[in-house]
């Protein structure tokens, strides 16, 4: 029992950090590639051409 | 039972905080350091060529204007902008730090599944991440120098995030799925994209020449590469040592 509960807590654990952890970049990468507000697109302007990411 | 349950369930217990906390340390230290050499890549490689094309988008010099125009005019030298420089150098930490968290995610995933997480196996993480984020949606909409004739922004965007989307997936199986018929998928939704095709303009309206075009493209993708790679092979690396280090304070 103590070892099933704890694989299944270990399993969860991972499975609910690593969701966490890919919004979370997804957020990142969506504010400093695609967000189109003017102070943040002149900002990251050259980042955004040299990455790759559609920026006009 | 209902111990089971509850720590399965449970969204702030111990276990979670501390794995967690070593995807996040790990995506930090992997983002910052391949975001900050990205950066300078950037900087030395592609900011040139970038700033060469603004002249003809400002109108500065202009392609078959009749006139002959040198290939080589003065260019403001590397870093001669420093707040603009500065700017790049932050956003290009923050996008890899965004690609970190992604990929040290995944590969805490494909560790629980028994496959082994490392700076050599992260070498592949980065390069199954380049196709993601660069190979895949710049195979259709190729990195644009300033000035291209696009499409509406709007459009593309949400082009880009299905192609990077699919792709991914793409990516996962053809690492993880084993048999033929993942292959087949994977396969699939690498060409679904571009045969259905990315948003182009409506008529061709770019005053930038060609040659800077196609330099920036192949500068764009080369940094890239590098960029991830590097990325993917510190997660590996920053991920193993957080492990290590997890397991000796526990």
């Not at chain 2, 603009?84 to 996008?95: C, N």
């Not at chain 2, 993942?182 to 020449?209: K, N, Q, R, T, W």
Request: charge should be negative; aromatic fraction near 10%; include cysteine.
């Amino acid at each position: 029992m103590t070892t099933k509960t704890l694989k299944a807590s270990a399993a969860g654990s991972t499975y609910l950090s690593a969701l966490f952890a890919v919004v979370l970049g997804f957020g990142i990468i969506t504010v400093a590639g695609h967000v189109q507000a003017s102070a943040l697109h002149d900002a990251a302007h050259d980042v955004r051409h040299a990455t790759g990411f559609p920026c006009h | 039972m209902t111990p089971l349950m509850m720590c399965a369930t449970q969204p702030a217990s111990p276990a979670t905080k501390t794995m967690f906390s070593r995807i996040l340390t790990s995506a930090l230290f992997a983002g910052a350091a391949a975001g900050l050499i990205a950066a300078l890549l950037q900087l030395v490689f592609v900011q040139p060529v970038l700033l060469h094309a603004e002249l003809y988008e400002s109108g500065e010099l202009v392609h078959f204007g009749g006139g002959y125009v040198s290939a080589h005019p003065e260019l403001p030298g590397p870093f001669a902008e420093p707040m603009r420089d500065a700017l790049s150098v932050v956003f290009s930490m923050l996008t890899y730090t965004g690609y970190a968290l992604v990929l040290v995610a995944l590969m805490s995933l494909a560790e629980r599944q028994g496959h082994e997480v490392n700076a050599r196996t992260g070498i592949l993480w980065g390069l199954a991440g380049f196709v993601t984020f660069h190979f895949a949606p710049g195979l259709s909409l190729a990195p644009e120098v300033p000035g291209v004739a696009a499409a509406e922004i709007g459009a593309r965007q949400i082009w880009w995030t299905a192609t990077v989307a699919a792709a991914g997936i793409a990516m996962w199986l053809i690492a993880f799925g084993g048999n033929v018929a993942s292959y087949v998928i994977a396969a699939i939704l690498l060409m679904a994209p571009h045969l259905i095709g990315a948003p182009e303009p409506d008529s061709f309206a770019g005053p930038v020449p060609t040659e800077i075009g196609a330099l920036f493209a192949a500068r764009a993708f080369g940094v890239g590469m590098a960029a991830w790679v590097l990325v993917g092979s510190f997660a590996g690396y920053f991920w193993q040592s957080e492990g290590k280090h997890a397991s000796v304070t526990a």
